[in-house]
C-alpha cells in the first residue's frame, strides 16, 4: 500500500479485556516497530522486527504485551488484561532496512482502557 | 532524567517568524538525530535526518548538530500557518548498537499565528 496501515484507529476496552492491534506495514519493507505514544509525550519503543524475527523487544512494559509477525509482513500488537495505564496512541512504523531512522510511521491507534 | 529533553512549549509565532527549537541528551553514544513533525492525530512524519555533528539544509528547514555539547536544534524560516503541528527530536545509537531504537524527545507543540 501506499502507507502504513492500522487498524482500528480507535479502540475503547474494558480493564480486563485483551485488546488486538494491527499493523499493515509499506509493501517490502523489511523492519517493522512499535511504538508507545502516551498524551502529550514523545513516542516511547516497544518492539522490533526484522521480517519475522522478533530482534528486539525490550520496550514492552510487561509480559501483558505481545506482538507478532508471522509472515513478515503484517503484525499484531496483543495486549492482555489490559490496565488503564496501557491507554496511549500505538504507533507502527516500518523502513526497508534496519538502519536508524528513516522509518514511515502510520496515523496509530488510539486505545483507551476505561 | 530523561536520555533526550526537549521543551514541551507551546511555543506561538506569528507567520514569518524564525523558530528555534531544540534538544538535549545524555547519551554520548547517539549517532543519528532527527527530526519528526506530528499533526493531530497522525503519525510522526519524517523532516531532517542527520549523521553526527554539523548542519543540513532543506528548503525552509536546517538541523544543527553539535555533538560536544549534545545539543541539536532545528530552524525553520518564513514560518507558516501549516507549519503549526508538534515537531519531534529523535535519536539513536550507531549501527549495531541498537540505531533501530529511537529515542524521542516530549515534543515541542508550535503554533504558527496568520
Known amino acids: 500500500g501506499a502507507g502504513v496501515s492500522q487498524s482500528p484507529r480507535y479502540k475503547v476496552a474494558k480493564r480486563g479485556q485483551d485488546v488486538a492491534l494491527r499493523c499493515d506495514p509499506i509493501s517490502g519493507h523489511v523492519s517493522l516497530f512499535w511504538y508507545q505514544q502516551a498524551l502529550g509525550q514523545g513516542p516511547e519503543f516497544l518492539t522490533y522486527f526484522q521480517n519475522e524475527a522478533q530482534l528486539d523487544k525490550s520496550g514492552l512494559p510487561s509480559d501483558r504485551f505481545f506482538a507478532e509477525r508471522p509472515e513478515g509482513s503484517v503484525s499484531t500488537l496483543k495486549i492482555q488484561r489490559t490496565q488503564q495505564e496501557d491507554s496511549a496512541v500505538y504507533l507502527c512504523?516500518?523502513?526497508w532496512g534496519g538502519g536508524a531512522g528513516g522509518y514511515t510511521f502510520g496515523s496509530g491507534t488510539r486505545l483507551t482502557v476505561v | 532524567q530523561k536520555e533526550v529533553e526537549q521543551d514541551p512549549g507551546p511555543l506561538s509565532v506569528p507567520e514569518g517568524a524564525i523558530v528555534s527549537l531544540n534538544c538535549t541528551y545524555s547519551n554520548s553514544a547517539f549517532q543519528y538525530f532527527m527530526w519528526y513533525r506530528q499533526y493531530s492525530r497522525k503519525g510522526p512524519e519524517l523532516l531532517m535526518y542527520t549523521y553526527s555533528s554539523g548542519n543540513k539544509e532543506d528548503g525552509r528547514f536546517t538541523a544543527q548538530v553539535d555533538k560536544s555539547s549534545k545539543y541539536i536544534s532545528l530552524f525553520i524560516r518564513d514560518s507558516q500557518p501549516s507549519d503549526s503541528a508538534t515537531y519531534l527530536c529523535?535519536?539513536?545509537?550507531?549501527?549495531?548498537?541498537?540505531?533501530?531504537?529511537?529515542?524521542f524527545g516530549q515534543g515541542t507543540r508550535l503554533t504558527i499565528n496568520p
Open positions: 529523535a535519536m539513536s545509537p550507531p549501527l549495531g548498537q541498537g540505531a533501530q531504537k529511537l529515542v
Open positions: 512504523a516500518s523502513s
